[in-house]
C-alpha cells in the first residue's frame, strides 16, 4: 500500500522538477563584438548617429523556451559618441540625457515572446532619466553549430519616444522617436 502512494507522488515531483535541458544557460557578451547604437532625426539635418562605448549585460538564454530567458544591459550614459564633441556635450547635457544626474540607462527583460526560429520579441523595463517605461525590441538570432563552444549572435532593434521619459528638448525639430539598436556576440560561460 506505501508503495503505491510513492509511485505517485514520485511521478509527480518528476513531471514537476525541470528539466536538465531545458535549463538557462549563462552567456557572456563580448565587449569587442557588441555595439549599442542610436538614430535620430532632425529637420533640416542629416540623421544624428551615436554608439554608447560603456556597457555592461547579461544574457540568460532558454533556447528550448525562450520565455524562460532573461536579458539586461548597463549603459554609461556619458560614454556616448557621435563624433562630434559639440554634439555630445550637448547630448549629455540637462536638456536630453543629463549624465551628471542620471550616469546609467538600464534595460531589463520582463518578457521573451518566440516568433519564429531566428526572431523573438523582448519586451523590458528601460530606465533613463530617472523614468522606467516599458520598450519592445526585436531581435534577430543565430547560432553558429560549427564553433566549439556555444556562440550566439544578436541583433536587436526598437524604438522609443524620447517625450516618455521627459526627453523633450528640440521638439518639434528634433525627432521623438530614437531607434536604438544592439549588436552583439555572446558566449556560453
Known sequence: MCVMRIKPLLLLLIMLAPSAGLAQSAFR???ARTTITFVIDAVGFPQ????FRQFS?????????PSRSRVSFNVVAASLDTGSRDLDE???APGFLDVARHPTITFASQSVEKRDEQTVIVTGDLTMLGVTRPAVFT?????DPGRSHAVVDFVAKGVVQRSQFGMING?????DDVTITVSTEASQE
Not at 549585460?57 to 523556451?65: E, H, S
Not at 521638439?171 to 525627432?175: A, E, H, R, W
Open 29 to 31: 557578451i563580448d565587449p
Open 48 to 51: 544624428t548617429h551615436g554608439i
Open 57 to 65: 549585460g547579461r544574457l540568460a538564454l532558454d533556447f528550448n523556451r
Open 90 to 92: 550637448y547630448i549629455r
Open 139 to 143: 531581435v534577430s538570432v543565430s547560432r
Open 171 to 175: 521638439q518639434p525639430l528634433v525627432s
